[in-house]
């Protein structure tokens, strides 16, 4: 690619809120992916074993519906010699990901595959970069119903060169006057693999580079539009892992974007997903999702407290909810959390596309950027009603208020009938404000109706 070319697609102004047809990434996906559970030990047995597993015990009726593949499916030696397509590791996937796509489709639900905008993929398969339209129109003539794409290994002349490297004099985003913040609101600091990026309450980076610019934001819109280009509709998930800050720009390119680095099933990992997601809410909506990373439900020793916590606030978030374990493993506990029919509803409300937002942050003052104690409260509407949570980060239960004065979507002095959607259990009809007390790391997530 020239020069010029590189230069002339850089400077495409992005469109917000691209749909696709038949409403497909409208609301954020549902599913399951093979990473969290297996890593780069993947085959076709291990994916109709999720599938069966997904259908069997009820996540299908549910309304998971994608069953995706994660890196490690190619053959590593590289691609065809004649048409340059990838090629399936006919060990692992002996009909080919067609024979598999076919199989899952078959079972009711969709199928997904993952690449890499580089060289190589993260696991060091073939990458798609420069092959782009191939990959996309393979991945069309074998069923691929959704791409993950992640962002390993580009080569060298993808790296940013001094076009992004200063501030773009013209580019003049809301919220930043002079290189500082409008807003009286200091600038938190993301990190991106230890890369410190101030940003505004409103998302913006006081740096005032304009990230729609640089080459990260091409080579993905590069897939993009390959994808565009297919007669098959294919859901597309940037895996940019938010280090040039995708909510940015990402919602004319895909359906979601991962907005931090890869979560792990640990607590501290999970507090940190939650901080960073916290100021991004103003960002995602209908066909525009902050992907907060895949669940880590039925992994590690997260305590229930905390598996609760995890996925209420991931589905609250509106985040993408792909279910990252051997599924054939799950306990009651973790199935029945999966399934909460309350989160499931809010996640998928076809009404209201916002997520929920913090509305106060508890221990520490508004707007603060801590990966210990993140944002506490938090709301937002939904076609049921206001949906509430109420996190508790520390090690002791505690008691906390809903004070209806402070939630944005409630009347101060109203009267709203309240469920208890973890217990599902009727609070009954409460006024000005509700108290419970929540355990060590858990959260509560009441659902206001206006019923008085």
């Known amino acids: 690619m020239s020069p010029a070319l590189v230069l002339a697609l850089a400077t495409i102004p992005a469109v917000l809120g691209l749909q696709l047809p038949g409403g497909v990434g409208k609301l954020p996906a549902l599913g399951w992916n093979s990473w969290n559970a297996y ?21 299908q009726a549910a309304g998971y519906e994608y069953v995706n593949s994660d890196d490690c499916w190619s053959q590593m030696s590289g691609r065809d010699a004649v ?3 990838l090629l399936p590791n006919f060990t692992k996937f002996p009909e080919g990901i067609q024979g598999t796509a076919n199989k899952v489709h078959d079972l009711g639900f969709k199928f997904g595959i993952y690449s890499s905008a580089g060289t190589m993929t993260c696991g060091r398969y073939p990458g798609s970069i420069g092959y782009e339209a191939i990959d996309a129109e393979t991945f069309a003539s074998w069923g691929v119903d959704y791409l993950k794409y992640d962002n390993c290994f580009p080569p060298e ?18 919220g930043i006057v002079n290189g500082t913040c409008s807003n009286s609101t200091p600038p938190v600091h993301h990190y991106s693999f230890d890369r410190p990026i101030p940003i505004c309450a409103d998302g913006w980076p006081v740096d005032g580079i304009n990230y729609t610019t640089k080459f990260t934001a091409l080579k993905f819109r590069i897939m993009g539009n390959a994808l565009l280009a297919q007669n098959r509709t294919i859901l597309y998930s940037l895996c940019e892992w938010g280090v040039d800050l995708p909510w940015t720009w990402a919602n004319g390119t895909g359906q979601s974007w991962r907005m931090s ?21 103003d960002y995602a909506d209908f066909y525009g999702h902050n992907d907060a990373d895949m669940l880590e439900v039925g ?6 407290a905390e598996v609760r916590t995890h996925f209420s606030l991931w589905a609250m978030m509106k985040s993408p909810l792909l279910i990252g374990t051997d599924v054939t493993k799950l306990s009651d506990h973790n199935i029945g959390v999966l399934q909460n029919k309350a989160l499931l509803a809010f996640n998928q409300d076809p009404v209201y596309g916002k997520p929920a937002a913090p509305y106060k942050w508890g221990i520490n003052p508004d707007w603060t950027y801590n990966t210990t104690f993140p944002a506490q409260y938090w709301s937002g509407a939904s076609s049921n009603g206001t949906m509430v949570a109420l996190f508790n980060p520390l090690n002791q239960t505690v008691k906390m208020t ?3 004065k402070e939630i944005p979507e409630l009347d101060a002095k109203g009267c709203y009938r309240v469920m208890d959607i973890w217990d599902n259990t009727d609070l009954g009809r409460k006024k000005k404000k509700v108290t419970v007390n929540v355990g060590p790391h858990d959260t509560a997530v009441l659902l206001f109706k206006n019923s008085c």
Not at 43 to 49: A, H
Not at 157 to 174: G, N, V
Not at 265 to 280: A, G, K, V, Y
Request: aromatic content about 10%; proline content about 6%.
């Open 402 to 404: 809903a004070d209806y």
């Open 157 to 174: 002349e993808w790296y940013d060169d001094c076009l992004s490297c200063e501030p773009d004099p013209s580019f003049s985003p809301t």
């Open 261 to 281: 680095n890869d979560i792990n099933p640990s607590w501290t990992r999970i507090l940190q997903i939650l901080n960073q997601n916290s100021f991004l809410s």
């Open 299 to 304: 992994n590690g020793n997260l305590t229930n």
């Open 83 to 85: 048409t340059h397509q």
């Open 39 to 59: 890593g780069c030990d993947i085959d076709e047995t291990r994916i109709l074993q999720a599938a069966n597993a997904m259908k069997d015990k009820g996540f």
